[in-house]
């Protein structure tokens, strides 16, 4: 054994420890940011891989730096540049709709306007995205489907790609058959069919809040009331709050978003969303829950969901690949349990059928392995950006902003100090070519003024930290 590894090792990898630290306060490494391999800093010290790992240990400990599986170690974010969290939100029970649905629409309008900086989206971009290849497995699927796609399929959907949802359902421990599965147009699309399926216009549906202004939207299309819940930027939504609508209120269905809620980005931990379940049989209430972001998480494994702890079929369990691979192909799916009868006539009353040639096109991206291979590098993509835009916050916004800290997805909940009022610096954003989604729009209830959400699935480069800053220099003025 090396005579470092010895007596000395300890002092060495602090000395190594020591001079990377120095190097990230120094911002010459900055928040996402690949460190020196493990062989380079033996070859560059002269230590052992005991000594070298150490070093990356101690800087782990406090909390600088961070391993990513199959990939190495990377700058995290220096303690004293990250925002404070958001508190837990606290919505009254009065509601009403219509308060920002011309707002809602002025959004999707700047969605696609050239030059704009698509804060507002909550999808990857498309340099994000493998578009040529699947563009070849589009190819590959008018081949191969009968009638080169252009006939219906089955009400269900395209069974080898409810094979491939049922083998990754796996991942997070839930035991599903493809007959389990129908496909849907979309996560969306799914929500509403489960919605329909489970209540009546005129029903009350729990749900987080804040909470994507896209399932708000479908609520007022369906004449459903809405309540808000309580919920914590980390965890998720309150428990407590949760039971009490269920047991006091004349609540039908809930919607949770379980991992990586849009837009507080927070992931209930494994045993609230066991405990969600056991609430949602205890009072015998359909529980809706939008997995749409599960498969973007910045851990070492994915989240489990409602789905994994659901043994009675209280639990409609949807997703899509509309936030990791192909947002227009419009593929989406429900395992709704026992509401499965109930659900599949809805489709066919709405749609007969999918469309074949997509779903097909991601079944052959699934079962090739290239999905997974794909998600590594988003997530990769993903985990960095979320860090540089805490950092480009604690930099340019105005002192006191807080702001989420996600642990998947692509979005960030952005709270300004009070006094600021995100739907004017909205306004003046867009003469700056800069669009977000203001936090009012996540609401039906007069709150989150001075919030907004950040969709961080961009490029990273020069430009967006600059928009970021400008965005930061406007609200401060």
Not at 224 to 252: H, I, M, R, Y
Not at 282 to 303: C, M, T
Not at 390 to 398: K, N, Q
Not at 431 to 450: D, E, H, M, V, W
Request: net charge positive; hydrophobic share 35%.
């Amino acid at each position: 054994m090396k005579k470092e590894d010895t007596g000395k090792s300890k002092f060495v990898y602090l000395r190594i420890a020591g001079i990377i630290e120095q190097h990230i306060l120094d911002n010459t490494w900055r928040t996402g940011d690949k460190l020196p391999s493990l062989r380079t800093i033996c070859s560059d010290y002269g230590v052992s891989q005991n000594t070298a790992l150490s070093a990356y240990y101690h800087l782990e400990s406090k909390m600088l730096i961070e391993t990513r599986p199959q990939s190495g170690y990377y700058v995290r974010f220096a303690g004293t540049k990250t925002p404070q969290l958001p508190g837990i939100s606290s919505p009254s029970t009065i509601a009403s709709f219509g308060m920002s649905d011309r707002l809602v629409s002025k959004v999707y309008d700047n969605l696609g306007e050239g030059g704009h900086l698509p804060l507002a989206l909550a999808t990857p971009a498309n340099e994000l995205l493998p578009i040529a290849k699947l563009n070849k497995g589009l190819l590959l699927a008018t081949r191969e489907l009968q009638g080169s796609g252009v006939a219906y399929d089955k009400a269900e959907g395209n069974e080898r790609l409810r094979r491939q949802i049922a083998r990754r359902a796996f991942a997070m421990e839930c035991s599903l058959s493809h007959h389990d599965i129908i496909t849907t147009s979309g996560c969306l699309n799914a929500l509403s069919y489960c919605l329909m399926s489970v209540t009546e216009k005129g029903d009350t549906v729990a749900m987080e809040s804040p909470v994507s202004f896209g399932m708000l939207q479908l609520a007022e299309a369906l004449g459903l009331k809405v309540l808000e819940l309580p919920t914590d930027p980390g965890s998720g939504v309150d428990l407590n709050a949760f039971e009490g609508a269920l047991k006091n209120e004349k609540v039908k269905a809930s919607l949770l978003i379980s991992n990586f809620n849009n837009p507080l980005g927070s992931c209930m931990p494994d045993e609230n969303k066991r405990a969600a379940v056991q609430l949602a049989e205890k009072y015998n209430i359909p529980l809706v829950e939008n997995d749409i972001s599960g498969d973007v998480y910045f851990e070492q494994h994915r989240p489990k969901s409602c789905k994994t702890y659901d043994r009675s079929g209280i639990v409609l369990w949807c997703g899509s690949v509309s936030k990791t691979l192909a947002p227009g192909y419009r593929v989406g799916w429900v395992a709704p349990g026992k509401f499965k009868e109930t659900i599949l006539k809805m489709k066919l009353y709405h749609s007969i059928s999918g469309t074949s040639i997509t779903q097909e096109t991601i079944a052959g991206f699934l079962e090739s392995g290239r999905y997974e291979s794909h998600l590594r590098k988003l997530r990769h993509t993903l985990h960095g950006n979320m860090l540089r835009y805490s950092g480009a916050i604690a930099d340019y916004f105005p002192e006191g902003t807080k702001a989420s800290r996600p642990q998947g997805g692509s979005v960030l909940w952005v709270e300004l100090p009070a006094h600021i009022d995100t739907v004017d610096l909205y306004e003046k954003a867009l003469t700056r070519n800069i669009s977000f989604a203001p936090g009012k729009i996540f609401t039906l209830q007069n709150q989150y003024q001075s919030c907004m959400r950040l969709n961080y699935g961009l490029l990273w480069n020069e430009q967006t930290e600059a928009q970021l800053k400008a965005l930061g220099e406007l609200a401060k003025q």
